[in-house]
């Protein structure tokens, strides 16, 4: 059987080198040594606050799991 395949393949965690804003919400400060969500899009990346990426990270998996009911609803 292979690999399963990933839909998310785009998104890690890294740290943040040098503080910098949160590309979700500007007011918030992502400070060096911070957690943050990295996001890759095209060639470069957007990178987000820890508040922000559970949020994010929260809606998708309401989203994935709308998709799994639509795949396996008749
Ligand atoms: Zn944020």
Do not use: W
């Amino acid at each position: 059987m292979p690999r399963p395949k990933s839909f998310l393949k785009k998104v890690s965690v890294d740290m943040t080198l040098k503080s910098h804003k949160c590309q979700h919400v500007k007011t918030h400060i992502l400070n060096q040594g911070d957690k943050r969500m990295k996001l890759t899009v095209g060639r470069t990346h957007e990178h987000f606050c820890i508040e922000c990426a559970i949020k994010i990270i929260d809606s998708d998996i309401a989203k994935l799991k709308a998709l799994r009911e639509a795949l396996l609803s008749e």
